[in-house]
């Protein structure tokens, strides 16, 4: 599966932003999407994924409660909702996809997008 990461750009703290992850090729029922970001100098890092069907979501604990991930099948995109953003929400994020493994190792995904950069200034 190919991936398409788009969405990003600058926002103040407290904006919004949405993401988008479309999907080409492979079967969408095969494989789950996860967001991963990576500040400088830092390394990547779990942000959200959802299960093969979207039914079931994940998050980290420092995006909970801010950030919503949804499925829109019949687009083959997963999208990012991004709320309250907050300065240290500031990275390169990236979609992945993964066939099996757990959901906020990097090691399980398969594929990965091309990543789009969030900026948040405060």
């Known amino acids: 599966v190919q991936l398409q990461a788009s969405g990003g750009g600058l926002m103040q703290a407290g904006g919004s932003l949405r993401l988008s992850c479309q999907a080409s090729g492979g079967t969408s029922s095969s494989y789950a999407i996860g967001w991963f970001r990576q500040a400088p100098g830092k390394e990547r890092e779990f942000v959200s994924a959802?299960?093969?069907?979207?039914?079931?979501?994940f998050y980290a604990v420092a995006v909970k409660g801010r950030f919503t991930i949804s499925t829109d099948k019949p687009k083959n995109t997963v999208y990012l909702q991004m709320n309250s953003l907050k300065p240290e929400d500031t990275a390169v994020y990236y979609c992945?996809?993964?066939?099996?493994?757990?959901?906020?190792?990097?090691?399980?995904?398969?594929?990965w997008g091309q990543g789009t950069q969030v900026t948040v200034s405060s």
């Open positions: 959802t299960n093969s069907n979207g039914a079931s979501t």
């Open positions: 992945a996809a993964r066939y099996s493994g757990s959901y906020y190792r990097i090691s399980a995904y398969d594929s």
